[in-house]
């Protein structure tokens, strides 16, 4: 495995690569990003990925500067998973200032973009940037950030881009919570109550499952659950897998629908997302 840092370097090590699956990352891995890795064998002789922190898609009050930065650790975890590591500094992702960026849809603007505006502009941005540089045929990404996977898509289709995405299922611990680098800032006590998000989405997938239709009503009950228990939630939210737009009960003739239940909420200082896929037919 080759640790590069630099652009140059890695465009003349990937030069005569074909068929390179790419699997861009903040590093602080855990088993969802090597899961991802492993993934890309399946789909590239060649699999690259990226560690890099990057600043554009932090706020002025979110943790940039604590992030975890664990490259040496997250390089020994890639040893016979990923050929190729890229590993740039911010100088080199930006040697001047950014002045020219993406912009994402009106989607991102709701959900992750309203708690957090202009994250998924420097989110989207960057992201550019990594498959302008590596060029890959597939990238893949992690469901678990559900609304940073749909916006990736959208880019890749409308700016013509000719990259296969694929989203990788979420990873759980054995109570259900969705693994991320951010878990590690929960108390002993936080992380045990952690798992509760995960039952409150399975709640109301279970709820939907069984003919409940009054999606706002569901949103509210789940919010109200939450912060019963300490919790300071963000949103619930009842959406449509094709656009995240609202879902809205199906009036008329039978249809099958692909929801997803998207969540984020705050539990101490750590702020947790995940979300749950689910099908029904009316």
């Known amino acids: 495995m ?6 140059a370097d890695l465009r003349t090590r990937l030069s005569d690569e074909r068929a390179i699956a790419f699997v861009p990352t903040m590093g602080n891995l855990h088993e969802g990003h090597l899961d991802l890795t492993r993934l890309a064998r399946d789909h590239g002789d060649c699999v690259v990925a990226s560690i890099f922190v990057n600043p554009l898609q932090f706020g002025p009050n979110e943790d940039f500067d604590k992030y975890p930065r664990t490259l040496e650790t997250d390089c020994a975890r890639l040893q016979g998973l990923a050929d ?7 100088n080199e ?3 001047a200032q950014q002045t020219v960026f993406v912009e994402p849809p009106p989607i991102a603007d709701g ?3 309203a708690a957090r505006p202009g994250h998924f502009r420097g989110m989207a ?3 550019l940037k990594l498959l302008n540089i590596v060029q890959p045929q597939v990238a893949l990404f992690g469901k678990k950030d559900y609304q940073q996977l749909h916006i990736i898509r959208q880019m890749v289709t409308q700016l013509n881009l000719p990259i296969r995405i694929i989203g990788g299922e979420t990873v759980r611990a054995a109570d259900g919570l969705a693994l991320s680098s951010r878990n590690q800032y ?5 992380r045990s109550e952690a798992a509760f998000l995960y039952r409150a989405l399975q709640g109301m997938r279970q709820a939907i499952l069984q003919g409940e239709r009054n999606f706002e009503q569901l949103e509210k009950r789940a919010v109200e659950a939450l912060a019963a228990r300490g919790w300071l939630p963000d949103y619930l939210a009842v959406r449509n897998q094709s656009d995240l737009q609202p879902a809205s009960p199906v009036q008329g003739n039978p249809a099958q629908r692909e929801l ?3 969540a984020a909420a705050k539990l101490g200082s750590t702020r947790l997302l995940d ?3 689910v099908c029904i037919v009316d």
């Not at 080759?2 to 652009?7: C, G």
Request: charged share 10%; proline share 6%.
């Open 93 to 95: 992702m930006y040697p």
């Open 125 to 127: 941005t960057v992201v």
């Open 186 to 190: 929960l108390s002993e006590a936080e």
């Open 111 to 113: 959900l992750e973009g």
């Open 2 to 7: 080759q640790i590069i840092s630099h652009i």
């Open 84 to 90: 190729v590591v890229f590993a740039p500094s911010v």
């Open 275 to 277: 979300n749950v896929e």
């Open 260 to 262: 997803v239940i998207l």
